[in-house]
């Protein structure tokens, strides 16, 4: 079975230049988060979604960052305009459903940095 | 504010050898507390889930103990191998809540 898929995997900008970030889930799971880690720190969740409803955007950044989840399957994260604090590993991870108990797979990541 | 320290922040150590990791948690109402491992440039992967009634739960050759009295954690990692050079994290889910705190992780650097 594959797993979380990212692309791209490794993304270089300018600051005030957007960037977009690409999430395949695991087949049949309907929670969908992403989460930025800064190096050393643990993951902090930016967004879940459930099916292709937003249910948490509280950590979002709303005037730089949007998401969006069409179909309830694939997600992107957009950044625009870029910051240098911007600069983070992006995960997104995907669980059957949204409980304290149900395991979050984690894709790979895209490491994004901001010149 | 629900907190998940871990400790050490890092440690070195001989293939073959032993060590184990540390992990405090404020998180309450408590449901479950994960250990998960992220080798460099990889997404967090789990190694262990316990409960409040379970105290250690294995995983080959990595061991989680629970106290959720003092709410405290440990890994243990037997024998240590060159594949065990990870940065390990402690998760920890709000019984009432989706939501994970997430350590800061401990960076575990095995050399030959």
């Known amino acids: 079975e594959a797993g979380v898929v990212q692309s791209p995997r490794y993304k270089i900008i300018e600051k005030k230049q957007p960037v977009a970030f690409w999430c395949n889930p695991i087949?049949?799971?309907?929670?969908l988060y992403w989460y930025r880690q800064n190096l050393g720190q643990g993951p902090e969740l930016l967004i879940r979604?459930?099916?292709?409803?937003?249910?948490?955007d509280s950590q979002l950044p709303k005037d730089r960052f949007s998401a969006e989840r069409l179909k309830g399957v694939d997600s992107t994260l957009k950044i625009q305009p870029a910051e240098l604090g911007d600069s983070a590993v992006y995960l997104c991870?995907?669980?059957?459903?949204?409980?304290?108990?149900?395991?979050?797979?984690f894709g790979p990541g895209t490491r994004l940095t901001v010149l | 504010k629900n907190q998940v320290e871990q400790s050490p922040q890092s440690l070195i150590i001989l293939e073959g050898k032993n060590c184990t990791l540390q992990?405090?948690?404020?998180?309450?109402?408590?449901?479950?507390l994960r250990w998960y491992k992220q080798d460099t440039g990889r997404g967090p992967v789990s190694l262990t889930i316990?409960?409040?009634?379970?105290n250690t739960k294995s995983n080959g050759r990595y061991t989680a103990t629970l106290d959720a009295d003092t709410k405290q954690s440990s890994l243990h990692i037997t024998a240590s191998q060159l594949s065990d050079s990870a940065s390990y994290i402690c998760?920890?889910?709000?019984?009432?809540?989706?939501?994970?705190?997430f350590g800061a992780g401990t960076t575990v650097t095995v050399r030959a």
């Open positions: 991870a995907s669980s059957l459903a949204g409980g304290p108990s149900d395991t979050q797979y």
């Open positions: 087949s049949g799971h309907n929670t």
């Open positions: 979604y459930e099916n292709e409803e937003a249910v948490d």
């Open positions: 992990c405090n948690y404020t998180v309450s109402p408590f449901s479950n």
């Open positions: 316990m409960t409040f009634s379970e």
């Open positions: 998760v920890v889910s709000d019984h009432n809540d989706y939501k994970l705190s």
